[in-house]
């Protein structure tokens, strides 16, 4: 008996059931947020309390505690350094670097692929167009991969955004697992020291280490700007440029 062909979906059909697809992951992803990421980040807020649940809680504490680093990474609108800095004070510097990385790399992936999918509208769902556009240069960089590593090693950029941003270049999955995984160790591990401080009552270390924090972040923060100013311009030159020589 011959084996019958499946009809190919519509255009029309895809675009439904692509539409579908992302409605229902917004969806799961705003009820996981309110009903487990909400009351779970008020915790991590009282140092003592979570403190006390992580040691009542065992392994099991560091099982939630990494769905609530991927829950961060993929809705991107939650502060990462409140978590990070919990880390470090429930489960020392160390163990807190190593649970941050792992959430970190784990829900970067989970992003990836989303975006890889659904394409340049899954990552509308939480940055505004003009954001997006901001990033266009990095579709045509030479030094794509280095430049990306570059501004996710720098404590203050918009890492969230450039996660969401990074399938669209065709960047591939292992490279931007290595990206997103050694880029970010330094803005994790000041926080998690920072945390690690306060639970051993170091408030004079503590203080230093947010300090530098506060101040590579908004060092990290101007120079992203500079480098998308930059860019811009060049664009922009090049626009102008085409439309003197069609004219």
């Avoid at 979570?50 to 609530?68: E, H, K, P, T």
Wanted: proline share 4%; net charge positive.
């Amino acid at each position: 008996m011959a084996n019958r062909e499946r009809p190919e979906l519509s255009e029309r059909a895809k675009k439904i059931i692509a539409a579908a697809s992302i409605a229902i992951f917004i969806a799961l992803t705003l009820l996981v947020a309110w009903f487990v990421g909400r009351p779970l980040l008020k915790y991590i807020q009282e140092p003592e309390k979570f403190r006390a649940w992580v040691d009542s809680a065992g392994f099991m504490g560091r099982i939630y505690f990494l769905g609530i680093q991927i829950l961060q990474v993929v809705v991107a609108i939650i502060p990462g350094e409140p978590i990070e800095m919990g880390a470090g004070y429930a489960f020392g510097a160390v163990e807190g670097t190593l649970l941050c990385m792992l959430g970190t790399a784990a829900g970067s992936m989970m992003v990836y692929f989303f975006v890889r999918r659904f394409g340049v509208k899954a990552v509308e769902i939480f940055f505004p167009i003009e954001k997006i556009e901001n990033l266009r240069f990095l579709n045509t960089e030479k030094k794509r991969d280095a430049l990306m590593f570059l501004l996710m090693f720098i404590p203050g950029t918009p890492k969230d955004l450039l996660g969401y941003f990074a399938p669209l270049t065709g960047m591939g999955p292992w490279h931007w697992l290595f990206i997103t995984a050694v880029a970010r160790i330094p803005s994790i591990v000041t926080s998690t020291i920072g945390g690690g401080a306060l639970g051993v009552k170091n408030y004079v270390f503590a203080a230093a280490a947010i300090g530098v924090t506060l101040a590579t972040s908004g060092i990290g923060v101007l120079i992203y700007r500079r480098i998308c100013a930059k860019h811009a311009a060049q664009e922009a030159a090049k626009h102008e440029s085409e439309g003197g020589d069609n004219g």
